[in-house]
């Protein structure tokens, strides 16, 4: 008697997919060298503000650490994703990560020189986004062809566990090194953590832009503009981006409601920022399911509606545990958003646009979200914190809705047959 061997069910992956670090040698150097530098860069940044509040004894100074990053990002964010699409990505990410480190060196022996100027580390903080503003885009548009296209969502969400990694882990360790060491340690390790980098692009093979015979690049941004005008499927990825971005944002307003809301002070804040970073680290680390998924579109969707209803019921929260619950949800929310959007923008995109569409992509994230404080501090000035939060949450599912409505086949978008 013939018996049919019924074919073994594959059990559904929980944990991030690490095919990728298995199969690229050249991704996994990168990604590793990414890890190490993310945290020595966080670390260096934790160090310049704590060396701004210790010079000047000023909060607004310090504020304006943040001022001096973001306006040189977003200049050169364009610009630098259009350079991506014309040099050789490995030549430009290399140089720019060469740049970081000489500027992390300077600071180290400026410190060691006792040479505490405040406008001296307002100019590295500029100089360092202008290198950020070039590493990243070739860094990004180097990865689709590194992997193929299946691996691409893994491949994002590994990303994101080094971001949340860098971005928790840095200023601890800062905050620990500069206590111990004083600020040129900080700087000191910051220069060294580069090495990684440097190694892993170093060991990249060539990555010239991909383009027609005879078509000659050319660094143009309004080349990537009009090429995003004609692309409702990649456009839509940043217009939802930026709906849970500047209308759900309640970042600004955590200090006020630690107090109003929880009777709490600046501990009470710390774990309202670590939240979200919490419940982004989880996301993906937690990731392996997202690999199986096709309809990105329809998850972008999905996943930036939850952020919206997740900041909606924070807002609505006055017990603190629930309220951190709800701020981690969301973090987890926007991994899962950032995945799908950067995996889409790889895919769909042709290789000699993917530099400029990441730039576009480093002024959303680097803009939105402070366009986002300033919506929600203004609200919450003309109202309440509540109506801010909450409402803020309830419109930013409401205009993503208007959004799928007004652009129906995002809904549809397949990852087996990319269409921008």
């Excluded at 996943?303 to 951190?324: K, P, Q």
């Excluded at 109202?383 to 419109?395: E, Q």
């Amino acid at each position: 008697m013939n018996r049919t061997t019924a074919p073994a069910r594959t059990r559904p992956r929980i944990f991030a997919d690490l095919t990728p670090l298995r199969t690229s040698p050249d991704y996994r150097r990168l990604w590793t060298g990414s890890m190490i530098s993310w945290v020595g860069q966080a670390m260096t940044a934790l160090a310049i503000s704590l060396q701004v509040y210790d010079i000047t004894g000023s909060s607004f100074s310090v504020g304006l650490v943040g001022l001096f990053s973001l306006v040189p990002l977003v200049a050169f964010g364009l610009y630098g994703g259009a350079i991506a699409d014309t040099l050789d990505r490995r030549k430009l990410g290399l140089y720019a990560s060469l740049g970081a480190a000489a500027l992390s060196i300077a600071l180290a022996a400026a410190a060691l020189l006792d040479y505490h100027r405040v406008w001296f580390l307002y100019a590295v903080v500029a100089l360092q986004s202008v290198c950020g503003a070039l590493s990243g885009p070739a860094r990004s548009a180097m990865i689709p062809r590194l992997l193929p296209a299946g691996q691409l969502p893994a491949a994002n969400a590994l990303n994101s566990v080094t971001m949340t990694t860098g971005t928790m882990a840095g200023p601890m360790l800062g905050g620990l090194i500069v206590g111990w060491w004083g600020y040129q340690a900080a700087y000191l390790v910051d220069a060294v953590t580069f090495c990684a980098a440097l190694y892993a692009q170093w060991r990249l093979p060539p990555m010239k832009p991909d383009r027609a015979e005879g078509v000659r690049g050319r660094a143009s941004v309004l080349d990537g503009l009009r090429f995003l005008g004609t692309r409702p499927n990649i456009r839509m990825t940043f217009f939802s981006d930026l709906a849970a971005m500047v209308l759900a944002q309640p970042k600004a307003l955590f200090p006020a409601i630690a107090v109003l809301w929880f009777g709490g002070d600046a501990k009470t804040v710390g774990l309202m920022v670590a939240a979200p970073a919490l419940g982004a680290m989880l996301g993906g680390v937690l990731s392996g399911w997202q690999g199986r998924i096709r309809r990105h579109g329809l998850a972008i969707l999905l996943a930036v509606a939850s952020w919206g209803l997740a900041i909606a019921a924070f807002g609505l929260t006055r017990n603190l545990w629930i309220g951190l619950f709800f701020l981690a949800l969301a973090g987890w929310a926007d991994t899962i958003s950032m995945v799908f959007r950067s995996t889409m923008m790889q895919a769909a995109a042709p290789d000699e646009m993917r530099g400029r569409l990441q730039g576009v992509f480093i002024v959303v994230v680097a803009g939105g979200p402070r366009l986002g404080d300033f919506v929600a501090g203004s609200v919450a000035d003309l109202t309440s914190p509540t109506v801010a939060i909450t409402g803020g949450g309830l419109a930013c599912v409401l205009v993503l809705g208007l959004l799928a409505l007004r652009w129906r086949g995002f809904a549809r978008y397949d990852a087996r047959s990319p269409q921008a």
